[in-house]
T-cell receptor
Framework: AQSVAQPEDQVNVAEGNPLTVKCTYS??????LFWYVQYPNRGLQFLLK??????LVKGSYGFEAEFNKSQTSFHLKKPSALVSDSALYFC?????????????FGKGTMLLVSP | DTGVSQDPRHKITKRGQNVTFRCDPI?????LYWYRQTLGQGPEFLTY????????KSRLLSDRFSAERPKGSFSTLEIQRTEQGDSAMYLC???????????????FGPGTRLTVT
């Protein structure tokens, strides 16, 4: 079965410092990987995706993610955190079944950026 | 606003009552998905529509749940005889259908938070 793991329930970082939110995956075939962010009482907002090509993917709000096939990881990164980045972050993998695709999500990582 | 919309945003109901939620996808999107998100968990897939056809249902979707997408536009999710375990955020997402450039990602609505007392 295809799955995503986010090993940290919470990540704490000071504003201005670099941040990393970890994600590992288990899929058969080529992985299509995504990061979404969720603010309180809001739906999920798409941040970035890896489909193919360059292992370093750049997305919205200055976020980027590095795809590492040998380590089956897709960690989310940002060089300089902002307090407004505090939110719940989800890693997801696209799962294709009989001609349709859904997303399988990790359980989420809460990012808290302190002033 | 041309994003995915959901109504209502919040619903409080008593155990045993029926509830219905509505989702309006992005207008040109043929694919529509329902997910359920409980506290401390990521969204879990419930069901999928391509146009008006419901092509897949998760085992999470018990026989108390039914979803429709008449005319391939908006969709409704009904829960009959609600139970406290149904309390969750119900998320709708849409994406472009076959024949259009597939960006792979899904676009989510704000969700409907259901509380069953």
């Amino acid at each position: 079965a295809q799955s995503v793991a986010q090993p940290e329930d919470q990540v704490n970082v000071a504003e201005g410092n670099p941040l990393t939110v970890k994600c590992t995956y288990s899929v058969s075939g080529n992985p299509y990987l995504f990061w979404y962010v969720q603010y309180p009482n809001r739906g999920l907002q798409f941040l970035l995706k890896y489909i193919t090509g360059d292992n370093l993917v750049k997305g919205s709000y200055g976020f980027e993610a590095e795809f590492n096939k040998s380590q089956t990881s897709f960690h989310l990164k940002k060089p300089s955190a902002l307090v407004s980045d505090s939110a719940l972050y989800f890693c997801a993998v696209r799962v294709t079944n009989s001609g349709y695709s859904t997303l399988t999500f990790g359980k989420g990582t809460m990012l808290l950026v302190s002033p | 606003d041309t994003g995915v919309s959901q109504d209502p945003r919040h619903k409080i109901t008593k155990r045993g009552q029926n509830v219905t939620f509505r989702c309006d996808p992005i207008s040109e999107h043929n694919r529509l998905y329902w997910y359920r998100q409980t506290l401390g968990q990521g969204p879990e897939f419930l069901t999928y529509f391509q146009n008006e056809a419901q092509l897949e249902k998760s085992r999470l979707l018990s026989d108390r749940f039914s979803a429709e997408r008449p005319k391939g536009s908006f969709s409704t999710l009904e829960i009959q005889r609600t139970e406290q375990g149904d309390s969750a955020m119900y998320l709708c997402a849409s994406s472009p259908g076959p024949g259009l450039a597939d960006p792979y990602e899904q676009y989510f609505g704000p969700g409907t938070r259901l509380t069953v007392t």
